[in-house]
């Protein structure tokens, strides 16, 4: 059986709406462009994907995803599809296995040839014939993700199966990631060949140290593939990230199976997450700065104005510093709230020009807000609004403010 190739590209799996057929369409070439190779399809609001997984597809519903998977060949991006059974399934019900098979079937016979099963997000507890017959949810899932390995090897001739765990990052373990008894077992049972998702110390982790991910290959007896939420929004909307591909060391394809990430609900907010990704996956040793910056440039080249002025490249800047990461600001937005912690707190005779870059910052927000109504694409426009819009009424305050 040939090697799995080392997974790196897009999780299409958060809570919220999902993308559409275009959005879809356009990741393809966000992806080849960055060199990266797999598109999962798990959007957790796809009813068919969670909350109603035995429901079969409908024609039309697997026209569609004929076409994603059509698009996904001719771009040389592997398709995943996801199902979540963990919700309510029996796993020691004939009829929800064969409900579960018969899907993948369908799927198989669309071309599909990866899959994933997801059983993140649910209770961790069985009901009282699951756990009469297999003893422990980790026994209960090893036992399904095998058995649907052995079915789909006799539709497939060569598939590949990835699983999501209910623990699947570090503070989930208890006590911890190596003692911890469901991951054990997990690792244990799950037969070789099948791919774990793990998360890292978090379910959004700022950083993926090297010995943590050593102690998860320990105790899983594989090494994972990262989950990678670093970009992702769903927990809180307010929030949006627009910083690069960081806080992961250089050397983390050898301590992984794969990196997908799974980022921000509104598409067109991740060109950031994804080409970052793929240049620290082609070029790990650039500095994060050097990253950011070259990703920001071919970004900026994007916003093409339906009429008046093109966005800036310091403009840009100013708002994905402010927009950055979970774990902090960029080197602009640092900036900024100095200046404003300056004038907050000290006497005007002492702002050192404080108040000048904070009038400066206020314009520039404006002339953002203004470009940004004007975008020729309007997906780019949408996903940025509430937040552009907040930042230039932040910015009007502070003016008045200070004129005060």
Not at 297 to 306: D, I, R
Request: with cysteine; glycine share 8%; aromatic share 10%.
């Amino acid at each position: 059986m040939p090697p799995n190739p080392f997974l790196s590209g897009v999780i299409e799996g958060f809570y919220g709406k999902p993308w559409t057929p275009g959005e879809r369409r356009q990741l393809l070439g966000w992806l080849q462009r960055a060199g990266l190779n797999a598109y999962l399809h798990g959007p957790k609001d796809d009813l068919k994907h969670r909350a109603l997984w035995r429901a079969p597809y409908t024609d039309e519903e697997l026209a569609a995803l004929r076409e994603i998977i059509r698009d996904c060949d001719a771009h040389g991006i592997t398709y995943i599809h996801a199902l979540a059974p963990g919700l309510d399934i029996r796993f020691s019900d004939p009829a929800d296995f064969d409900a579960l098979l018969d899907k993948l079937e369908a799927l198989a016979g669309l071309g599909v040839t990866t899959f994933a099963l997801l059983f993140d997000d649910i209770p961790a507890r069985l009901n009282a014939a699951d756990q009469a017959r297999f003893g422990t949810p980790a026994a209960a899932q090893a036992w399904l993700a095998n058995e649907v390995l052995a079915r789909l090897r006799t539709m497939i001739p060569f598939p590949r199966l990835l699983f999501c765990p209910t623990v699947y990052c570090g503070e989930m373990a208890r006590p911890s990631v190596a003692e911890d008894p469901y991951l054990r077992e997990l690792g244990a049972k799950l037969a070789p060949a099948i791919d774990v998702f793990w998360t890292g110390p978090h379910i959004v982790s700022e950083t993926l140290p090297v010995d943590h991910l050593e102690e998860v290959a320990a105790v899983l007896g594989r090494a994972p593939v990262i989950w990678d939420n670093l970009h992702a929004n769903d927990y809180d909307m307010r929030r949006l990230y627009l910083g690069p591909y960081a806080g992961r060391p250089p050397n983390l394809r050898e301590h992984t199976a794969g990196v997908m990430i799974n980022p921000n609900c509104q598409f067109a907010a991740n060109f950031m997450a994804v080409h970052s990704l793929g240049r620290f996956l082609r070029r790990p040793e650039l500095p994060i700065e050097e990253n950011y910056r070259r990703t920001l440039e071919e970004w900026v080249e994007t916003f093409e104005p339906a009429a008046g002025e093109r966005m800036t490249f310091e403009e840009l800047k100013d708002l994905a510093d402010l927009l950055y990461l979970p774990g902090g600001f960029g080197e602009a937005a640092r900036r900024f709230f100095a200046d404003l912690e300056t004038v907050r707190r000290q006497p005007p005779e002492s702002w050192a020009g404080a108040d000048g870059r904070l009038e400066e910052w206020a314009w520039q927000m404006e002339a953002v807000c203004d470009k940004r109504t004007k975008l020729a694409d309007r997906g780019l426009a949408h996903a940025l609004y509430a937040h552009v819009w907040e930042l230039k009424e932040i910015g009007q305050f502070i003016g008045d403010w200070l004129a005060w």
